[in-house]
T-cell receptor, first 113, second 113 residues
Framework: DSGVTQTPKHLITATGQRVTLRCSPRSGDLSVYWYQQSLDQGLQFLIQ???????AKGNILERFSAQQFPDLHSELNLSSLELGDSALYFC????????????FGEGSRLTVL | AQSVTQLGSHVSVSEGALVLLRCNYS??????LFWYVQYPNQGLQLLLK????ATLVKGINGFEAEFKKSETSFHLTKPSAHMSDAAEYFCAVLIDSNYQLIWGAGTKLIIKP
């Protein structure tokens, strides 16, 4: 158990819809990273937050947005969903100590039909 | 530009045989290097990491990796494969002060009985 909690574990929805994925980082971790994993694209970094502020953006579509709340949990919002958005979405939190180790949740599997 | 290359999207070895998963990187700064493992239907888990100091790094489950600066490599090895080692393995390099990682494409390790 990494200590990072993601909900829901599975989600099936239709094209055009909007979903919200939730992540609770490990206790005490201030950084949250979101990744998308698909068969054709591999592991893609989406966005990073640190203590409520956006720190870095990767290959995140404009239809996607995220935020980190004062209690440090984070949400990833995916809207106007397309078939190609079907993927595993991982959240990770970074421990302190400066070596960059990430702790991953078990992921949210999104299926868009 | 910094990059990580994992040679072989799939590697198949017999149970009891040597496991060798290759990772080459390019980095403009002294690298922090990581190997993560992803078991089926799970999130990624840190296997081992190199930051500074000893270039031979030991990780969990009997895996180790050697940082070779002259070859810009960080290959992962295990002397004797077990069926439970079947998973996908990702090599990553830390690239900036936001603790962003550049990820390899992953190598699926298949263990033959």
């Amino acid at each position: 158990d990494s200590g990072v909690t993601q909900t829901p574990k599975h989600l099936i929805t239709a094209t055009g819809q909007r979903v919200t994925l939730r992540c609770s980082p490990r206790s005490g971790d201030l950084s949250v990273y979101w990744y998308q994993q698909s068969l054709d694209q591999g592991l893609q970094f989406l966005i990073q937050y640190y203590n409520g502020e956006e720190r870095a953006k990767g290959n995140i579509l404009e239809r996607f947005s995220a935020q980190q709340f004062p209690d440090l949990h984070s949400e990833l919002n995916l809207s106007s969903l397309e078939l190609g958005d079907s993927a595993l979405y991982f959240c990770a939190s970074r421990g302190s100590g400066g070596t960059g180790e990430l702790f991953f949740g078990e992921g949210s599997r999104l299926t868009v039909l | 530009a910094q990059s990580v290359t994992q040679l072989g999207s799939h590697v198949s070895v017999s149970e009891g045989a040597l496991v060798l998963l290759r990772c080459n990187y390019s980095s403009s700064v002294p690298p922090y290097l990581f190997w993560y493992v992803q078991y089926p239907n799970q999130g990624l888990q840190l296997l081992l990491k190199y930051t500074t100091g000893a270039t031979l790094v030991k990780g969990i489950n009997g895996f180790e990796a050697e940082f070779k600066k002259s070859e810009t490599s960080f290959h992962l090895t295990k002397p004797s494969a077990h069926m439970s080692d079947a998973a996908e393995y990702f090599c990553a390099v830390l690239i900036d002060s936001n603790y962003q990682l550049i990820w390899g494409a992953g190598t699926k390790l298949i263990i033959k009985p």
